[in-house]
């Protein structure tokens, strides 16, 4: 199964602060039909996941755009520019490209 | 707009099974797949496994196949999923999910005798 590994496990930011999460992935995500299945997902406190970005860059409908998304291969990165209260919760990065789909183990991004 | 509502919550002995459904609304039921998520207290998310309400074809986590059971009723629109032979280690939050874009409540189910 692919392993991805989130960094780091927890994340202090203030309001206003730009953050990044790094999820790297035991193998490449690029599937043969050229797509590269990597998404995104946010877990508010007591509410299900919801998802933020797809298919690595792509912003879901209705996410703000101080949310984007980069990478390729093994390597993805989820940055934050300018942290809101809203922010604040558990992100997980989720791959599609190889059964089993597998999800990181998570970062919690806390207020400082 | 989309919708998946998930049944309550549910509390089982071990040894027993729990099916729980997981109603789709504001989209075609029949052409996206459903996938079935677990959450154990305080962990991360594992994939269960997913079925194609069209067909009925199922893929399953190797870790779950012989543990959970999914079915559809295309008429309500609705995606079940059974659990047999509960422990201590099924007690968890269970989401259904569309592509990941839409996502139930999320069913507790709990085993204790």
């Known amino acids: 199964d692919v392993v991805l590994t989130q960094t780091p496990p927890t994340l202090s930011a203030t309001i206003g602060q730009s953050v990044s999460i790094s999820c790297r992935s035991s193998q490449s995500l690029l599937h043969s039909n050229g797509n590269t299945y990597l998404h995104w997902l946010l877990q508010r406190p007591g509410q299900s996941p919801q998802l933020l970005i797809y298919?690595?860059?792509r912003l879901e409908s209705g996410v703000p755009n101080r949310f984007s998304g980069s990478g390729s291969g093994t390597d993805f990165t989820l940055k934050i520019s300018g942290v809101e209260a809203e922010d604040l919760g558990v992100y997980y990065c989720?791959?599609?490209?190889?059964?089993?789909?597998?999800f990181g183990g998570g970062t919690k991004l806390e207020l400082k | 707009q989309v919708k998946l509502l998930q049944s309550g919550a549910a509390l089982v002995k071990p040894g027993a099974s729990v099916k729980m459904s997981c109603k789709a609304s504001?989209?075609?039921?029949?052409?996206?797949?459903v996938s079935w998520v677990k959450q154990s207290h305080g962990k991360s998310l594992e994939w269960i496994g997913e079925?194609?309400?069209?067909?009925?074809?199922?893929n399953f986590n190797e870790k779950f196949k012989g543990k959970a059971t999914l079915t559809v009723d295309k008429s309500t629109s609705t995606a079940y999923m059974e659990l047999s032979r509960l422990t201590s280690e099924d007690s968890a939050i269970y989401y259904c999910?569309?592509?990941?874009?839409?996502w139930g409540q999320g069913t507790l189910v709990t085993v204790s005798s």
């Open positions: 999910t569309s592509g990941f874009a839409y």
């Open positions: 504001g989209y075609t039921f029949t052409d996206y797949w």
């Open positions: 989720v791959q599609g490209t190889h059964a089993p789909w597998t």
């Open positions: 298919l690595v860059s």
């Open positions: 079925i194609y309400p069209n067909s009925g074809a199922t």
